[in-house]
């Protein structure tokens, strides 16, 4: 594999398996240090993690399991798709009107779509369409308790266990930031659960509903997830940004500032991580001899992408891999360049043969 090449000084080296060796010079060296420094937030669980690569980035008290306020609507939602049809009709029952705390305003007998409750539950957090969905999938709201554990289960999520389907305060009722994360990559998969924790406002069925997940207008590229409020679990964020088409989550428990400390670590987060447009450099890697042994310019397919800390872009380097000669008329294959970080291909973008 590629082994980068180094400068006299002879800086530190960190290996990349056993068939490579990346040297770090001191300005990389530097940049890594402060990478690892992420800023000081008032939460004492935190996580923030690359979704498409399920990189976790910081892990502070990551597995300590915490009071989770309406962050469990999350489990709440993804049942309530596993189990039902958006265009399910529910009749709101009396039960669920009894449980206080935030709410849609709905009123016993009414008809409405789970799609409609599912906005009321995720944007202003309604706890009496908690109770409404977890009725209409199992019954009641303690067998719908017995399928949220029973589906944290089989998740892998080993410091959660649910109490309720709203997230109010009671013994027992805990999650870690770390399980969150992966409940919120489960629920994720749902293209209507994405859409909806990302609208700031919408009418369900005569219900003005506004979401009360402020990251959504104060971040540009804000698009989800769920707050929580207790006056146990403090303030809680389970927060999803989607910059050029890639996610970044941030769980946050246990908040007295939730919004200050998500852009703190969202600004640690642009300064040292993110993915970049790997091309390939207008150099002896984008031309080639034909047959006839003229020098062509050669036109390269779609860019890869691929997450590199900023401290280690320095190590990415593009290879040409020589297709067979056969043929070299313009369009035609003419190699791929692979883009090396130590022993890892990070991607690849095909050659083609330019004109004549």
Not at 136 to 151: K, P, Y
Not at 254 to 270: E, I, K, N, P, V
Not at 290 to 316: C, H, I, K, N
Request: charged fraction near 15%.
């Amino acid at each position: 594999m590629l082994a980068l090449l180094s400068l006299a000084a002879s800086p530190p080296v960190q290996r990349d398996g056993a068939a490579s060796t990346l040297r770090l010079y001191p300005h990389q060296v530097s940049a890594q240090r402060q990478a690892a420094q992420w800023p000081v937030v008032q939460a004492p669980s935190v996580l923030v993690a690359d979704l498409d690569t399920n990189q976790v980035l910081l892990d502070k008290q990551a597995d300590a399991p915490r009071p989770m306020a309406s962050t469990t609507k999350i489990m709440t939602a993804l049942l309530a798709l596993e189990n039902g049809q958006p265009d399910d009709i529910i009749t709101v029952p009396a039960a669920a009107l009894t449980v206080g705390g935030s709410s849609m305003y709905l009123s016993a007998g009414e008809n409405l779509t789970l799609e409609d409750l599912l906005y009321g539950l995720l944007l202003p957090s309604a706890n009496d369409a908690a109770v409404t969905i977890a009725i209409h999938v199992a019954g009641s709201e303690e067998a719908f308790v017995a399928l949220m554990n029973r589906r944290a289960a089989e998740l892998g999520l080993t410091q959660t266990h649910f109490a309720n389907s709203h997230g109010l305060d009671a013994p027992g009722h805990s999650a870690s930031a770390r399980d969150l994360y992966t409940l919120t990559r489960a629920a994720l998969q749902y293209p209507l659960f994405a859409r909806i924790v990302a609208t700031v406002s919408y009418e369900a069925a005569g219900h003005a509903l506004t979401n009360t997940n402020d990251l959504l207008t104060l971040d540009a590229y804000g698009d989800g997830v769920k707050t929580g409020t207790t006056d146990e679990a403090g303030e809680c964020l389970v927060a999803s940004v989607n910059q050029d088409g890639h996610r970044t989550i941030l769980v946050i428990l246990g908040s007295t500032q939730r919004y200050a400390d998500a852009q703190a670590l969202l600004a640690h987060y642009r300064t040292y991580y993110g993915w970049v447009t790997l091309t390939t450099p207008d150099n002896a890697l984008n031309r080639a001899r034909d047959r006839s042994g003229e020098l062509r310019f050669l036109t390269t397919g779609p860019a890869p992408m691929a997450f590199v800390p900023t401290w280690q872009r320095a190590w990415v380097q593009p290879l040409r891999e020589r297709l067979a000669d056969d043929n070299d008329l313009p369009g035609a294959p003419a190699g791929v360049v692979h883009f090396w970080q130590g022993n890892q291909d990070l991607g690849t973008q095909s050659l083609m043969w330019g004109a004549y």
